[in-house]
């Protein structure tokens, strides 16, 4: 199976600051890959597609790139309501692989 | 707008049979792939299958042995069962599709999760 490691396991940012967090596959996967955030008690919610793709509804300030290896998911300027859980998601071979997580809390 | 409804069977004993539904409002079955997806608190997201609208499943190896996802297009419903439960299937429970049909894997919709606790 791929293995997706992403970093960090967690961050403190503040209100408008940029977050980047990333994602490394153990071999190439083209640019198969999702993001998602998650709020506690909510399901994850999907942001980018295809590694750079912006999903419809989702705010500009989030965006996605990278294929092959090493992907990012870029927070232009952080949000309060961006305060949650983020996660990669391979889908490029079965079984599919998420990455372990990046939990963003206010600092 | 879809709308996916999970239920089932909140609590078991080990060695039982996990059974869950997943009912698709708003939309068809037709030229999706259908996810199951669980997640702990120590292991994270784990995907475990997922089914298209012919029929065709992929399982997670880990799993394998032990889960069965299937359809029943009369009804709208996705269905996962897991035999042999133990303490270590515990977890959220989720349905979920693509995004949009034919070869696009990433998920929009989600159900809302079921907690399936296994303890004796």
């Known amino acids: 199976a791929i293995q997706m490691t992403q970093s960090p396991s967690s961050l403190s940012a503040s209100v408008g600051d940029r977050v980047t967090i990333t994602c490394r596959a153990s071999?190439?996967?083209?640019?198969?890959l999702g993001w998602y955030q998650q709020k506690p008690g909510k399901p994850p919610k999907l942001l980018i597609y295809?590694?750079?793709s912006l999903q419809s509804g989702v705010p500009s300030r989030f965006s996605g790139s990278g294929s092959g290896t090493d992907f990012t998911l870029t927070i232009s300027s952080l949000q309060p309501e961006d305060f949650a859980t983020y996660y990669c998601?391979?889908?490029?071979?079965?079984?599919?692989?998420f990455g372990q997580g990046t939990k963003v809390e206010i600092k | 707008q879809v709308r996916l409804q999970q239920w089932g069977a909140g609590l078991l004993k080990p060695s039982e049979t996990l059974s869950l539904t997943c009912a698709v409002y708003g939309g068809s079955l037709s030229g999706y792939y259908w996810n199951w997806i669980r997640q702990t608190p120590g292991k994270g997201l784990e995907w475990i299958g997922e089914?298209?609208?012919?029929?065709?499943?992929s399982y997670n190896p880990s799993l394998r042995s032990r889960v069965t996802i299937s359809l029943d297009t009369s009804k709208n419903q996705i269905s996962l069962k897991l035999t042999s439960v133990t303490a270590a299937d515990t977890a959220l429970y989720y349905c979920?599709?693509?995004?949009?049909?034919?070869?696009?894997?990433?998920?929009?919709?989600w159900g809302q999760g079921t907690l399936v606790t296994v303890s004796s």
């Open positions: 089914i298209n609208d012919g029929g065709s499943t």
């Open positions: 979920a599709r693509p995004w949009r049909s034919g070869a696009a894997r990433s998920l929009s919709y």
């Open positions: 071999q190439g996967i083209r640019n198969d």
């Open positions: 295809a590694a750079s």
């Open positions: 998601l391979q889908d490029y071979s079965s079984p599919r692989t």
